[in-house]
Nanobody, 124 residues
Framework: VQLQASGGGLVQAGDSLRLSCTAV?????IGWFRQAPGKEREFVSV????????SYSDSVKGRFIISRDDTEAAVYLQMNHLKPDDTAVYYC?????????????????????WGQGTLVTVSS
């Protein structure tokens, strides 16, 4: 599984961005994590293998939307109403293979493959 995240950039508070994660061999739950300067990596969102189940961290719930398009082998993270606290490097990751269709892990130890990050900077 190879992953590549893109779509980051510099925006102002209140703006929107859409991150993309393209992958080869995408029949896994796909998650987004982020790491701000000086902080540990944290869970942002995850979508199940077939897209039927999603999960969000409390800090982004109601503002971010995760989706997937398996015809494009891509997972998207639509980020709305961005805040300066959202500034971080965002990573997408593919979970270890799991037979459960609606598996949505939130721990980074459940993820086997990681893409390179994409930087999101939100100015106030």
């Amino acid at each position: 599984v190879q992953l590549q995240a893109s779509g980051g950039g510099l925006v102002q508070a209140g703006d929107s961005l859409r991150l993309s994660c393209t992958a080869v061999g995408l029949d896994r739950a796909i998650g987004w994590f982020r790491q701000a300067p000086g902080k540990e990596r944290e869970f942002v969102s995850v979508i199940s293998r077939r897209g039927g189940v999603t999960s969000y961290s409390d800090s982004v719930k109601g503002r971010f939307i995760i989706s997937r398009d398996d015809t494009e082998a891509a997972v998207y993270l639509q980020m709305n109403h961005l805040k300066p606290d959202d500034t971080a490097v965002y990573y997408c990751a593919a979970a270890f293979a799991n037979a459960r269709t609606f598996y949505v892990p939130v721990q980074d130890t459940a993820y086997a493959h990681w893409g390179q990050g994409t930087l999101v900077t939100v100015s106030s």
